[in-house]
């Protein structure tokens, strides 16, 4: 027999047991919800939902009413909507639903990590994840979004039937189902853990309901017609296209690559799961990395769950653990913000959802096809010290940096082109000040600008991406909108002979501009003593070193302060993405050497 909770407090839960809610059933939503918790074997069959939510804005946690064991009791007020939504009529068995702020004892920091490294097993085990998107009023007009969802859920995937809905009067709609993929939901870290192991999943909106699966293939079916939305509505607007073909149910999607259901043999690494889901938010900051190591391939060489632990120590444990399980360095080159409020070694990844420039995060050199490989294939000789606060690497410094451009800051949306147009100006003459002008050096600044290869998926038909033409776009559209700048700017041969109207070429132009600008974004050109040109960091300096650390896919950027060595970040340096430098490390043309970065 399962044990009752008692009402006076949490009674301590037995040895590998999990508390299971019981909701009373109402005849209406006006209703108080009742329910009272029991005890059960963590194995035993699953005759339970899971709820997925996310808990809300904080300044309404704690305002959401309900009776539990008679007595009134706080919860988020999303968790008591969606138990008036879910609970059933009258004369039905009632809901027994597994729901973490209320089934975990939260003030008990030893049964909440013992709990939370049980949360895969049972979400696994649950017969449906319910999953509740919000009320109707969470997102600006979100009942033309739902609208559309229902739509192009009934729609057949192919071109012709969703190009009757991909209509410009339907434009309203889009951008509300663009800021429905931003609630909050698709946000949260431990919805990635509740999706992925759930093997019947249904999403709850208002009064309305439909398989997760189905809001999957919406995302699908964008996806197969973005050539067509792109020219009817999306033209300079890459951000609002990509959010719709890879947000919402989309950015719950384990790791690039991934695939589903999730299962011991397929589960991604630590690292790519973090670097996947570094914008997610969560309520406790450790839960950036507790809330998917579990179903990480790290589940159980990661260590035990510890909330006692700070989140300096959480996040300086799980880089140390991927730097000596993997043998290499890429996770340093990770960058969230701009600030350091936890006190972290610069070697170490602030995973918390925070940065200075919150409209946009700096794009990695990780996403890049093909990948890159700097340090070839090298494995790291990496040590730590003084309490792990240390990382000691073997590497070799390439080069000096002696003029650095001013950084790019994308404040607004990047369809904003001006802004960019002004700083690539002036990127293309410090470029062709300290380096040259010639058609090779073209070439290398080209590449250099967007940090090398870039293959973005909404990029194709008559908006495909086309290395060659990135400067001649980029200036053609600068003598549009600046011609006083264009003015003073090398020419450079014309944007390729097939015939295009001017209104397709000035399109062309924007969407290239503004796909570039989050490539752009928090970083400048800087260019080395020996004319290697680089994107660097925003806070890269003269003087600064460009070094290749091994077992690092990227070479990186590092300043002396003090008589210690400090990580500034990652950098593209043209001609030594692909292995190149380590050739040059065995001919004895670099030294290899030990930092000491704190």
Not at 391 to 397: E, H, P
Not at 532 to 549: F, H, M, N, T
Request: with cysteine.
């Amino acid at each position: 027999m399962p044990t009752i909770f008692a009402s006076e407090g949490y009674e301590p839960l037995g040895l590998d047991e999990i508390r299971i809610a019981q909701i009373k059933c109402a005849s209406s939503e006006d209703e108080d919800v009742y329910c009272h918790l029991l005890h059960v074997p963590r194995n035993a069959p699953g005759q339970y939902q899971a709820l997925s939510y996310a808990w809300g804005p904080p300044h309404e946690r704690g305002l959401g009413r309900i009776h539990l064991e008679g007595i009134l009791h706080p919860v988020t007020r999303t968790m008591e909507i969606a138990l008036r939504k879910l609970r059933r009529k009258h004369g039905q068995s009632p809901l027994t639903i597994w729901i973490d702020a209320l089934c975990i004892n939260q003030n008990d920091d030893e049964e909440k990590c013992e709990q939370v490294e049980m949360m895969r097993t049972i979400y696994q085990r649950a017969t449906e994840v319910s999953i509740w998107l919000g009320p109707e009023d969470w997102s600006p007009r979100s009942d033309l979004a739902w609208r559309l969802i229902k739509d192009l859920y009934h729609c057949p995937r192919e071109l012709n039937s969703l190009s009757r809905i991909i209509q410009p009067f339907r434009q309203e709609e889009f951008d509300a189902l663009n800021r429905f993929f931003r609630r909050d939901y698709f946000w949260r870290i431990w919805v990635v853990q509740e999706v992925a192991c759930a093997t019947n999943a249904t999403v709850y909106y208002g009064s309305d309901s439909m398989p997760w699966s189905g809001l999957v293939e919406i995302c699908d079916k964008l996806s197969d017609a973005r050539a067509f939305l792109r020219r009817v509505i999306y033209h300079d607007q890459p951000a609002s296209l990509f959010s719709l073909m890879t947000g919402g149910p989309k950015n719950l999607i384990l790791s690039r690559g991934s695939t589903l259901p999730l299962s011991e043999a397929n589960a991604p690494s630590l690292l790519d799961l973090l670097s996947t889901h570094m914008s997610k938010g969560s309520t406790l900051q450790h839960d950036k990395v507790y809330g998917i190591v579990g179903i990480s391939a790290d589940r159980d060489s990661f260590g035990k769950i510890d909330y006692s632990r700070s989140v300096r120590e959480t996040y300086i444990h799980t880089a140390r653990h991927i730097i000596s399980t993997t043998g290499s360095l890429n996770v340093i080159c990770i960058q969230q913000n701009d600030d350091n409020v936890h006190g972290l070694p610069s070697w170490d990844t602030d995973w918390e959802r925070r940065n200075l420039f919150p409209a946009h995060r700096v794009v990695s050199l990780r996403y890049r096809v093909p990948e890159f490989a700097a340090a070839g294939s090298s494995q790291s000789e990496a040590s730590f010290a003084h309490n792990d606060t240390v990382l000691i690497a073997a590497g070799f410094v390439i080069d000096k940096i002696a003029t650095v451009s001013d950084p790019l800051y994308v404040y607004g949306p990047e369809s904003d082109v001006l802004p960019t147009l002004e700083k690539f100006h002036n990127w293309w003459n410090i470029f062709i000040d300290n380096v040259g002008s010639t058609s090779e050096d073209v070439d290398v600044f080209q590449r250099t600008f967007v940090g090398g290869a870039w293959a973005p998926r909404y990029s194709e038909g008559e908006f495909k991406e086309d290395k060659t033409q990135r400067l001649a776009l980029f200036f053609g559209l600068m003598e549009r909108l600046l011609p006083h700048l264009a003015e003073v700017s090398p020419k450079l041969p014309p944007i390729a002979p097939d015939p295009v109207d001017d209104e397709m070429l000035e399109k062309r132009e924007r969407a290239m501009v503004s796909a570039a600008a989050l490539r752009m974004h928090a970083k400048r050109i800087v260019i080395s003593e020996r004319k290697l040109a680089g994107l660097a960091p925003q806070l890269a300096e003269v003087g600064d070193e460009i070094a290749v650390l091994l077992g690092c896919d990227f070479p990186v950027v590092l300043r002396e302060v003090d008589g210690r060595c400090e990580l500034i970040g990652e950098v593209y340096a043209d001609s030594i993405m692909n292995g190149e430098a380590m050739d040059d490390l065995k001919s004895g043309k670099y030294q290899k050497r030990y930092f000491e970065i704190h």
